[in-house]
């Protein structure tokens, strides 16, 4: 018979990292709102919970990847809201966020997680950051969640 391996919502004394962006603090400020819900939700204490504030995103990686190396915290949960504007600056961070992220995860096994708005207009960052698109700060919190028990769940293999 095959197994099959799938992440439970169980949070059991993990520690978790959240790493947000300054930049459009009106945005990201409800992103960590989102995923502090989460996690409280699903039974962190919040003493369990450590925010850093960077000042942008092109900051959030470093900050993700020095508190991964700590290996302190069960996850990293990085929230920004990268908003399209006239220049290609635009391009330059998503392209260094999306990168910088997802390469912590895999070299230094915490799971990261990817809470980043991208997106052409504020009308859109207000919708995914818990107006009519849900909440991508709540969305990420859930997939570290996941992502720690997933691994938990190998581990024993």
Same mark, same amino acid.
């Given at each position: 018979?095959?197994?099959?391996?799938? %992440?439970?919502?169980?949070?059991? $004394?993990?520690?978790?990292?959240?790493?947000?962006?300054?930049?459009?603090?009106?945005?990201?400020?409800?992103?960590?709102?989102?995923?502090?819900?989460?996690?409280?939700?699903?039974?962190?204490?919040?003493?369990?919970?450590?925010?850093?504030?960077?000042? $942008?995103?092109?900051?959030?990686?470093?900050?993700?990847?020095?508190?991964?190396?700590?290996?302190?915290?069960?996850?990293?949960?990085?929230?920004?809201?990268?908003?399209? $504007?006239?220049?290609?600056?635009?391009?330059?961070?998503?392209?260094?966020?999306?990168?910088?992220? %997802?390469?912590?995860?895999?070299?230094?096994?915490?799971?990261?997680?990817? $809470?980043?708005?991208?997106?052409?207009?504020?009308?859109?960052?207000?919708?995914?950051?818990?107006?009519?698109? %849900?909440?991508? %700060?709540?969305?990420?919190?859930?997939?570290?969640?996941?992502?720690?028990?997933?691994?938990?769940?190998?581990?024993?293999?």
């Amino acid at each position: 018979m095959s197994k099959t391996i799938h %992440g439970t919502m169980e949070i059991k $004394g993990e520690s978790f990292a959240i790493v947000v962006s300054q930049f459009n603090e009106f945005i990201t400020s409800k992103l960590l709102q989102g995923a502090t819900d989460c996690l409280t939700k699903h039974g962190c204490n919040k003493n369990n919970i450590t925010t850093v504030w960077v000042p $942008g995103a092109f900051e959030v990686p470093m900050i993700a990847k020095k508190l991964a190396k700590t290996k302190n915290f069960d996850a990293i949960i990085c929230l920004s809201a990268i908003i399209r $504007g006239q220049t290609s600056h635009y391009d330059y961070v998503c392209q260094q966020i999306t990168k910088g992220v %997802g390469e912590i995860g895999l070299e230094t096994q915490v799971p990261t997680l990817f $809470g980043v708005i991208t997106c052409d207009t504020l009308e859109q960052a207000i919708d995914r950051a818990g107006a009519k698109c %849900g909440n991508i %700060g709540y969305n990420a919190a859930c997939s570290a969640i996941e992502m720690i028990n997933v691994i938990k769940e190998i581990d024993k293999l």
